[in-house]
């Protein structure tokens, strides 16, 4: 093999896929100054967090929190269809649905979080947690909130990738790099969340 085969068989990486982890970083950074706002009201404000975290409905938030959850898993089973090149489905079983069908199911489960996420909220209000009304009310809405607008960019996301596949004629690299870009942004506003639940929910 000459220098130049030999140079042109090395795999470079994704400069898409690098670009976004390096974009996720920023916004990693972005959510712990969110973090640190949080804990930084509680401790300044320890009666008032026994107080209102009371009125959390844990079950529901538990449930809400794992249907997030799952959707990871559908997201990933959509990017293990897009590296088999498959972006439909070859049968009526999951087994054999391709991109398209999992990133169905994916922004399904997303928007019950947001729809159930959006309920949480009515329900604080109708119990005068504000945002306006207390440190807690401000500490929760701005960390759940950006959190929310995050998983709805996500979902907007994922008709993106949808819409693109039905675009075109032939599914190539390029639309698996899309659909792998756009898992490695749920994972992450999954991971998010799973961090919230705790110090909001579990953590006292």
Not at 40 to 46: D, E, F, G, I, S
Not at 84 to 93: D, E, F, H, L, V
Not at 111 to 137: H, K, M, R
Request: charged share 10%.
């Amino acid at each position: 093999m000459n220098t130049q085969s030999a140079v042109s068989a090395v795999k470079r990486p994704n400069t898409v896929a690098v670009g976004t982890i390096v974009w996720l970083g920023s916004e990693l950074m972005f959510f712990a100054g969110l973090f640190a706002i949080y804990f930084t009201l509680r401790a300044m404000n320890p009666d008032l967090w026994v107080e209102q975290t009371e009125k959390h409905n844990f079950t529901f938030a538990l449930i809400n929190t794992l249907i997030l959850v799952a959707s990871s898993f559908t997201c990933q089973a959509g990017v293990f269809a897009a590296e088999r090149m498959q972006p439909y489905a070859t049968g009526k079983s999951p087994a054999k649905w391709g991109t398209v069908e999992w990133f169905y199911l994916t922004f399904f489960l997303g928007a019950i979080f947001v729809s159930g996420q959006a309920w949480e909220y009515a329900t604080f209000v109708s119990e005068d947690i504000l945002f306006n009304g207390d440190p807690y009310g401000s500490a929760f809405y701005l960390t759940t909130g950006f959190h929310g607008i995050h998983v709805s960019l996500g979902l907007i996301a994922f008709l993106f990738v949808i819409g693109r596949i039905y675009a075109v004629k032939n599914f190539t690299v390029k639309e698996e790099t899309t659909a792998v870009v756009v898992s490695y942004y749920w994972h992450f506003v999954d991971i998010v969340w799973i961090a919230l639940f705790i110090v909001i929910y579990v953590v006292k």
